[in-house]
């Protein structure tokens, strides 16, 4: 006989069912018309939370493109999550930290910087997505020329990252803006070991495909990953040059 401790798993209720496949039905037609409608917006659906959940998604897979067009559009994204009532610090850290992307392409630093900062303030819970913020931190601060900050900061990030163990998809961005860090303040020992570590972190993340063309494909997909084999080659040219 079993326990009395231990009871039999029961299958979801229906209403719970249901639910879920409202959610992703929800999330579905907002990404598609999102696509494939120009000036699409979900307003008037009347499903704030779910419609603010897909919109923090397509905000951050937009900011991680890195060009303009495509920062422009997560920027408005995030403008409507950070005017959406009862939104939680997910949802907020990560619109503040689309805005510091976007400002930051612009080179307007202060505004980036302030966004940056309210995102730290709203991930101090949420590790991974804070070390995400982290990079584009330590990125504003850099070409502020505002170096002992950028070295502060990169210390809070290498103590995330040991905490952590694994940040993610956040890992890389940040140990290559950790790298390019002590890059700036020509230390190349630290700088060395940083872009090492993040060489690790991406061969992890790569491990399980075993299509060449997706790795191919993978290596190139986010500007950290072509600026960590940028900086790698010229880690590797400077070695060989003495310098």
Known sequence: PWPRS?????PPRPSAERTAQRSWLLLWLYLTATVLLPGFTPQRMSEPMTITHAKAWLAASLATRGTLPALTEAHGLAQDILGTKRTNFFYTGGAHHVVARYRLELGELAEAEAAASQAAECLQTLPILRCHALATHLTILRQANRLEEAMALCSQGEGLLQRLGC??????????????TYLAIDDQVAADAALAAARAALSLRMAPMTD???????QTAQPEHVRLAELTADRSHQILDGT
């Not at 231990?6 to 029961?10: K, V």
């Not at 940040?167 to 390019?180: D, G, H, N």
């Open 6 to 10: 231990i009871r039999p798993i029961r």
């Open 167 to 180: 940040a993610s998809y956040a890992e890389v961005p940040l140990r290559v803006s950790i790298a390019e």
């Open 212 to 218: 060449d063309g997706m790795r191919q494909r993978f």
